[in-house]
């Protein structure tokens, strides 16, 4: 069955730095999605992409959040200057809106920023 | 800002038990999904329900959507101890388009 594949499982950074965290969407699939979980709590909606753009994001995604799908493959988050409070679960899904809304969630990286 | 509201945050039942939670939103949702995640894991998506009023099963679990499309609910008849996990509900807010708002989550575990 085909699945959402997401790189690194678990990334650590220092307060400042740049990550980008990857992530191979359903080959099939149109939408693309970043969620974050914050341990223990809900998921958030970031940020939605379909036909190379941006079509939706929250108030969370401000100007140090970016996103890029730089190939046929990949669905790329990149954080500019983390913060502490960053450090989270991040969620790539993607989904095929000729269907339906069904996301399918990838495994997460885990972001520490100390 | 747009909410969905869960409850309860924590269940603990003894196997065999029937389990619900509740799904509330204060504006109208154009559908609301189900999902589940197990301890350490993912979310997983479980269902989708569209129309108002409609009624799904999957096996144990009936899921529910209210008449006025803001609430919704999933039932667990007889759980089991590989029904433990958090169950978050998720719904598309009509006026915010492809957002998709989660709710806080019910997290279950059975006692066997």
């Known amino acids: 069955e085909p699945e959402v594949t997401q790189t690194p499982s678990h990334q650590v950074t220092q307060m400042g730095q740049e990550v980008i965290l990857r992530c191979v969407p359903i080959?099939?699939?149109?939408?693309f999605y970043w969620y974050r979980q914050i341990l223990g709590q809900k998921v958030e909606f970031l940020v939605s992409?379909?036909?190379?753009?941006?079509?939706?994001k929250s108030e969370i995604f401000d100007d140090q959040f970016s996103v890029e799908r730089p190939d046929g493959s990949n669905f790329t988050l990149k954080i500019r200057s983390t913060k502490l409070e960053d450090s989270a679960m991040y969620f790539c899904?993607?989904?095929?809106?000729?269907?339906?809304?069904?996301?399918?969630f990838g495994p997460g990286t885990r972001l520490t920023v100390t | 800002g747009q909410q969905v509201m869960q409850i309860p945050q924590y269940q603990h039942v003894q196997e065999g038990e029937d389990f619900t939670t509740y799904c509330n939103s204060s504006?109208?949702?154009?559908?609301i999904q189900w999902y589940k995640q197990r301890p350490g894991g993912h979310p997983v998506f479980l269902i989708q329900?569209?129309?108002?009023?409609e009624v799904k099963k999957q096996k144990r679990l009936t899921f529910q959507f209210g008449e006025a499309k803001k609430n919704s609910s999933l039932h667990i008849t007889a759980t089991q101890t590989t029904d433990v996990g958090t169950y978050f509900c998720?719904?598309?807010?009509?006026?915010?388009?492809?957002?998709?708002?989660f709710g806080a989550g019910t997290i279950l575990r059975v006692k066997s």
């Open positions: 080959s099939n699939h149109l939408y």
């Open positions: 998720a719904g598309y807010i009509m006026e915010y388009g492809n957002k998709l708002v």
């Open positions: 504006t109208t949702l154009s559908n």
């Open positions: 992409f379909y036909n190379n753009e941006i079509s939706e």
């Open positions: 899904a993607s989904s095929d809106r000729v269907n339906s809304y069904e996301q399918y």
């Open positions: 329900l569209v129309k108002s009023g």
